[in-house]
């Protein structure tokens, strides 16, 4: 049996990324506004169709590469804000990439980029929500990388910035950076990583064993020792069924049910609602449709706020 509706837990979105969080509409017409014309590949996830992780990259860029401004920034948290209100969700850890928006393409500045964050996220609040940043660096290009994005962020972090992750292709092991995340850990910052989504399940183990990871997303590459690991040291799993499907099409069948008969403490996010269609509601159908049972679900709902970064402090 399922809970009763009025002893269910607060429902957060534990995993979805603001480059990856516009709203569509916005999306096109800020295009038109530019004179560009919009890449193939968005265009194809916006059609729920299957594509190649670097195809997924170019969609994800041409989206963040808008984010030029405070209020774009806004309008990005804003996007999220209305689609997890709609799900009937009560919060969001968000993910972002300020060295791209901020160092690589210098499309706004720093303090821009964080009051930009910081109005999306009092609208949020004003609504009702909790929401926290996380900030995201990219595995492949490896660990002076991530020491860059730590330099970019070196000043006065605002309140609302928790954690400190990775992303994008799973190439450089995760032993590597192990004193990027000791930096950050430093710093009070809680540490995640996308693992086992692109890259082969043993990253998922490295992750944890030696980099010290506290969080993982996704995950799905994991073999059973590894998930066996995940629930003995409750290290929670953000699971994105509809990226799931479209990013990583291979893997078959999804690993949820077998996660959940482990004993990992899974969650569900919503990853790039921008880019891949869905919100809180269809990931839910989603993980029904992969054979989790609705008790199941309640429990990835209690264990989406236990765990959900929006809802506890900065260690």
Do not use: Y
Request: hydrophobic fraction near 45%.
């Amino acid at each position: 049996m399922g809970l009763p509706m009025t002893d269910l837990p607060p429902l957060i979105d534990r995993h979805v990324h603001l480059e990856g969080g516009l709203d569509p509409a916005w999306v096109r017409s800020e295009a038109a506004l530019r004179a560009v014309a919009l890449p193939g590949s968005l265009e194809a996830l916006w059609r729920g169709e299957a594509q190649p992780f670097e195809a997924f990259i170019e969609a994800f860029l041409f989206g963040a590469q808008l984010l030029n401004s405070q209020a774009a920034v806004a309008a990005a948290v804003g996007a999220i804000a209305s689609r997890t209100l709609r799900a009937g969700g009560a919060g969001f850890d968000l993910w972002c990439s300020p060295s791209a928006l901020v160092s690589h393409w210098k499309l706004l500045s720093l303090d821009a980029f964080w009051r930009g964050l910081e109005q999306g996220i009092a609208s949020a609040r004003a609504q009702g929500l909790q929401a926290c940043a996380v900030v995201d660096a990219v595995n492949h290009f490896g660990p002076e990388h991530g020491h860059a994005v730590l330099d970019l962020i070196e000043g006065d972090l605002p309140p609302f910035v928790v954690g400190f992750s990775t992303g994008g292709l799973e190439r450089v092991p995760f032993r590597q950076w192990a004193p990027v995340f000791d930096r950050a850990r430093k710093r009070g910052l809680r540490i995640a990583a996308h693992a086992g989504e692109n890259g082969d399940g043993n990253q998922v183990r490295e992750a944890i064993l030696e980099g010290g990871v506290a969080r993982i997303v996704h995950g799905l590459r994991a073999d059973q020792a590894t998930l066996e690991l995940l629930a003995d040291r409750r290290i929670p799993v953000d699971v994105c069924p509809r990226s799931n499907a479209l990013l990583a099409a291979d893997v078959q069948p999804h690993p949820l049910p077998r996660m959940l008969t482990a004993g990992v403490r899974c969650a569900l996010g919503t990853d790039d609602p921008g880019v891949i269609p869905c919100d809180l509601a269809t990931e839910r159908e989603a993980a029904l449709e992969l054979g989790a049972s609705k008790a199941q679900l309640d429990q990835m709902r209690a264990l989406g706020a236990e765990d959900a970064w929006c809802l506890a402090p900065r260690i």
